[in-house]
């Protein structure tokens, strides 16, 4: 049985209704009322740009994102940057780089064993030395045919970029960051909340725009939840899976609450009094197949979209790809688990609409632009 924590790439690994209106995010003249989800550019289009670089953020941007997503990790100075992990090895061309061969190292990242080379291992400097490069391979040829194209951004830098891009198309478009491994840097003297909302003090962008600050963890959001009083703009997700399996918080302070036990009605009225959104995987809002790897066709809604919005909580989900490989096995078709199926991924967005969904990730926003778009 698992016994640790989780990140949604791991479950990607194992083959795992209302929008935020003005007042949903306080004062902040963000977006206007709409019954319609928000699509949120997982990663910026990581579909078809190596994710987290200027190329996926203007891709998704582009394709009608409402949102795009930086996961942030610390340097060595404490700098944040955009990398869904801080193993950079499947990510970047760090490989390539024999200056740094002697910092490959193993490290237990929240009860996992690691080996790679890791963010917190070089200075900011250092990292601009590095590109992207996609890690799905030869799955997203497109994606993969821009490596060593884009450096490796700051959240400062991202911010200036999406704010940039917001004046140049007469639309507000958010910025919905994930804490990455927050007890892990902790323990290492790279605590991340605090440099976060420093970044938000000295940024017009992110003390303005519309910002959802996400987290698998718990005490993060809790520590966070009083200190963006004076932040009405700034919301916070809590990221979740239906299994029994604890936070990496909970896990280090010898706690027993489990993701199942968040997902019940009780524990999603203890989520919102620190918590605005709760997003569940996938199949947390309508199985298929299992979230360990196993496939299988798509079911019936369970009762936590329900039981969350009758707890004032808006429901997000992750995370929409379009490839066989990601789909229910009665929505995927031919060519291998790396075709492509842009119909079937649109009618699945519109499953989870339907079933009352308030936003939503995916790797192609410009088929949750579609999803969305096609409803009244």
């Not at 930086?70 to 060595?76: A, G, M, S």
């Not at 519309?210 to 004076?230: D, G, H, M, T, Y």
């Not at 360990?292 to 809604?301: A, E, F, R, S």
């Not at 192609?364 to 999803?371: M, T």
Request: proline share 6%; glycine share 8%.
């Amino acid at each position: 049985m698992i016994d640790q924590t989780l990140s949604r790439r791991g479950l990607i690994r194992a083959g795992a209704g209302a929008a935020l209106a003005g007042a949903a995010l306080g004062a902040a003249p963000v977006m206007a009322a709409t019954k319609k989800p928000l699509v949120i550019g997982h990663r910026g289009c990581s579909a078809l740009r190596p994710e987290h670089t200027l190329g996926s953020y203007a891709k998704a941007i582009a394709q009608g994102a409402d949102f795009v997503e930086p996961d942030l990790v610390p340097t060595k100075d404490g700098a944040l940057i955009a990398r869904h992990e801080n193993n950079i090895a499947e990510t970047t061309n760090v490989a390539d780089h024999p200056e740094f061969a002697s910092r490959r190292t193993t490290k237990v990242i929240d009860g996992q064993k690691v080996t790679g080379w890791f963010t917190e291992d070089f200075t900011l400097a250092e990292i601009k030395t590095l590109r992207a490069i996609e890690r799905m391979g030869a799955m997203r040829p497109e994606s993969r045919s821009y490596d060593g194209q884009f450096q490796l951004l700051t959240l400062e830098e991202i911010a200036d970029f999406v704010e940039a891009e917001s004046a140049a198309r007469g639309r507000k478009i958010g910025l919905i960051p994930e804490i990455k491994h927050s007890t892990y840097f902790a323990s290492i003297g790279l605590p991340m909340e605090q440099r976060f909302l420093d970044r938000v003090a000295a940024s017009h962008f992110l003390s303005t725009a519309p910002v959802i600050v996400q987290s698998f963890e718990v005490a993060n959001l809790k520590w966070l939840r009083p200190r963006i009083a004076a932040h009405p703009n700034i919301q916070l997700l809590q990221l979740t899976v239906p299994m029994d399996m604890r936070p990496a918080d909970v896990t280090a302070a010898g706690g027993s609450l489990t993701f199942n036990q968040m997902q019940t009605p009780a524990g999603l009225a203890e989520m919102k009094t620190y918590a605005d959104w709760v997003a569940p995987v996938l199949q947390g809002i309508i199985p298929f197949g299992d979230i360990t790897g196993k496939p299988g066709p798509l079911g019936k809604p369970t009762t936590l979209v329900r039981d969350a919005h009758a707890a004032g909580l808006l429901v997000s989900t992750w995370t929409f790809r379009p490839e066989n490989h990601f789909l229910p096995t009665d929505l995927q078709g031919p060519g291998g688990d790396a075709a492509r199926q842009d119909k079937a991924c649109v009618e699945l967005m519109r499953r989870f609409i339907a079933a009352g969904v308030d936003s939503f990730f995916t790797d192609d926003p410009a088929l949750g632009r579609k999803a969305v778009d096609g409803i009244g």
